[in-house]
């Protein structure tokens, strides 16, 4: 079966540090990657995904920037961080290369930043 | 920017009674939709998804997906308090993605 990780699970960061989450996939290859933020009160945001190993998409231009440095693996980093930047922070995977669309949702990083 | 949208307030139901969810879609070329679920606090843990016109059933919950009126729907049966969520809509778009309805919180009064 597969399991998705991500960490840490509550980060409380001051404005203007850096960032690194990490996030993981076990029991599948070649998954398709995606980061979220979901901010208090509204909906999911896509920022990246990621179909293969450094093949990175932004969707919204921001300060924050992503990496695939292995095929299961899936970073988001900043490296100056904005009281904006606060959020639910959800790492996805889908199955590559096939035609199914469903995501499997992470148990999320919490970030504050104050 | 592809929208998936879902307008109803909060919903309390007895418990036992039916839930009905609705979700309207801009995209009129996507395939696939999904309904989550996310506990407050939780990540979204999907429920069911749905490709073709007309209803698909799994337990106690039913699905509804009508293309040419670009419309979605979820039924929840005998509502139980577990059931007290966010329920989230999702239809696909190019690449693999989803797009996201800002969700319909649940609350179920025993």
């Known amino acids: 079966s597969q399991t998705i990780h991500q960490w840490p699970a509550t980060l409380v960061q001051p404005v203007g540090s850096p960032l690194s989450l990490e996030c993981t996939v076990e029991g599948t290859s070649n998954p398709n990657l995606y980061w979220y933020r979901q901010a208090a009160g509204r909906g999911l945001q896509l920022l990246f995904y990621?179909?293969?190993?450094?093949?990175i998409s932004s969707e919204v231009p921001q300060n924050l920037s992503a990496s695939r440095p292995q095929d299961r693996q899936f970073i988001l980093s900043s490296k100056k961080l904005l009281l904006s930047d606060s959020g639910f922070y959800l790492c996805?995977?889908?199955?590559?290369?096939?035609?199914?669309?469903?995501?499997?949702f992470g148990p999320g990083t919490r970030l504050t930043v104050l | 920017q592809k929208e998936v949208e879902q307008n109803s307030g909060p919903l309390s139901v007895p418990e036992g009674a039916i839930a009905s969810l609705n979700c309207t879609y801009s995209d009129r070329g996507s395939q696939s939709f999904f309904w989550y679920r996310q506990y407050s606090g939780k990540s979204p843990e999907l429920i069911m998804f749905?490709?073709?016109?007309g209803d698909k059933e799994d337990g106690r919950f039913t699905a509804q997906l009508n293309k040419a009126s670009q419309y979605v729907s979820l039924l929840i049966r005998d509502s139980q308090p577990s059931d007290s969520a966010t329920y989230l809509c999702a239809a696909s778009y190019g690449n693999n993605r989803l797009a996201f309805g800002k969700g319909n919180q649940v609350v179920v009064i025993p």
């Open positions: 996805a995977w889908s199955y590559g290369g096939e035609t199914l669309d469903t995501q499997y």
């Open positions: 749905i490709y073709s016109n």
């Open positions: 990621s179909v293969g190993i450094g093949q």
